[in-house]
């Protein structure tokens, strides 16, 4: 991987809770190679009751609840907040997009929106060592 297809790492949050994913996973209009093409929430550790609660529902398809940002978004660099539609109700924030990789999710939802789908991505919510985490299933916004 070179290095400049990396994304900038928040060093302000624990190794574990700094998100995942690379430019690396996507062509060059931010297409996603594969359809199992991922993308790991960062700042996922205070959201961990919110996360506990979406599995204790038993709800088995989730999907974002999140809008592009803002051009007032963009110029202040502000972290983007992802919340859960979990059946008919909308979760509490889950965690925010990895630095850097906000691009990625902007263009997943206008390619889902140019396609007349609802500007959703699939998600997943997943037990590691460290608690919940939640993947956003990119590759299927294909």
């Known amino acids: 991987m ?9 060093l302000s949050l624990p190794k574990d809770d700094r998100g995942s994913g ?3 996973e996507y062509k060059y209009n931010l297409l996603p190679h594969s359809v199992r093409t991922t993308l790991r929430l960062a700042n996922s550790t ?7 609660r979406i599995i204790d529902s038993g709800e088995g ?4 609840a999140v809008s592009r940002r803002s051009p ?3 110029r202040t660099d502000a972290p983007m907040d992802i919340r859960l539609f979990s059946g008919s109700r909308v979760t509490g924030v889950v965690g925010t997009i990895p630095r850097g990789l906000e691009p990625v999710v902007d263009e997943a939802l206008s390619r889902l ?5 609802k500007a959703r991505i699939p998600a997943s ?7 919940w985490r939640v993947d956003l299933l990119i590759g299927q916004t294909r």
């Open 2 to 10: 070179a290095f400049w297809n990396r994304s900038p790492v928040d």
């Open 22 to 24: 690379s430019f690396d």
């Open 61 to 64: 398809e989730l999907e974002t």
């Open 72 to 74: 007032e978004e963009e």
């Open 125 to 131: 919510v997943q037990k590691t060592r460290s608690g």
């Open 46 to 52: 205070p959201c961990q009751d919110e996360l506990q």
């Open 113 to 117: 929106d140019g396609a007349g789908r």
